[in-house]
């Protein structure tokens, strides 16, 4: 299971559970086509669970299932990268300014070309607004994983909202606790195995 297979597509996140023993996500496919075939038992899940032995990436699907486990102890590495969809911003700006651009021509020109470098301004700003405010309601991606002491590399590359971007993030922080051997271990209980969750539709 290599990082490739992971990351070829967002996830959307099913379930996050973090524990002083360790966390688990969920996730699954993201569109339409993909929550009907979660209805029809035929969806694909991915789980990573981590305690502080090891990671297990999983991926269950209707037509089989695959597993990677990685002990802690040959963890080199460990990933997080989180990110906004910045092209939004940057449309959101540039329709702005074309359209501040439009107003201010419009103020030199006559009656009737000020009319049209109006109307032209107007659209622009709409536009550059409707991008602006999309950008701020998006979700997040967030790539969590590791790299191995073999090279390998597991990851899940996930649509995350604010809160469960913060979630993600201290996931990530035990992750590199654990690796690097600081975790309390007392009393530290294994997390639960990998359950069926019912899907849900974005």
């Known amino acids: 299971m290599s990082i490739k297979n992971l990351m070829?597509?967002?996830?959307?996140?099913?379930?996050?559970?973090k524990?002083?023993?360790?966390?688990?996500?969920?996730?699954?496919?993201?569109?339409?086509?993909?929550?009907?075939?979660?209805?029809?038992?035929?969806?694909?899940?991915?789980?990573?669970?981590?305690?502080?032995?090891?990671?297990?990436?999983?991926?269950?699907?209707?037509?089989?299932?695959?597993?990677?486990?990685?002990?802690?102890d040959h963890v080199s590495a460990t990933v997080y990268k989180y990110g906004r969809p910045v092209w939004m911003l940057i449309i959101g700006l540039a329709g702005l300014g074309y359209g501040v651009v439009n107003f201010l021509v419009g103020?030199?020109?006559?009656?009737?070309?000020?009319?049209?470098?109006?109307?032209?301004?107007?659209?622009?700003?709409?536009?550059?607004?409707?991008?602006?405010?999309?950008?701020?309601?998006?979700?997040?991606?967030?790539?969590?994983?590791?790299?191995?002491?073999?090279?390998?590399?597991?990851?899940l590359q996930l649509e995350a909202s604010d809160s469960q971007v913060e979630e993600l993030l201290a996931m990530s922080q035990w992750l590199e606790q654990a690796a690097a051997g600081t975790v309390d271990t007392a009393s530290v209980p294994t997390p639960p195995a990998p359950a069926d969750m019912p899907p849900a539709f974005s």
Not at 8 to 17: A, C, G, P, T
Not at 32 to 58: K, P, Q, R, V
Not at 130 to 145: E, N, P, S
Request: without cysteine; aromatic residues 10%; charged residues 20%.
């Open 8 to 17: 070829q597509s967002k996830l959307n996140i099913e379930e996050l559970n």
């Open 107 to 155: 103020t030199m020109a006559n009656s009737r070309e000020a009319e049209e470098f109006y109307m032209m301004g107007f659209l622009a700003v709409v536009i550059g607004v409707v991008f602006f405010v999309a950008y701020k309601m998006a979700k997040k991606t967030v790539t969590i994983g590791v790299l191995s002491d073999a090279g390998t590399a597991d990851a």
């Open 19 to 72: 524990e002083p023993s360790g966390f688990r996500i969920a996730a699954r496919q993201k569109g339409l086509m993909a929550w009907i075939a979660s209805l029809l038992g035929m969806g694909t899940t991915n789980h990573m669970s981590a305690d502080t032995n090891g990671l297990s990436f999983e991926t269950t699907s209707f037509s089989g299932n695959e597993r990677a486990y990685i002990p802690m």
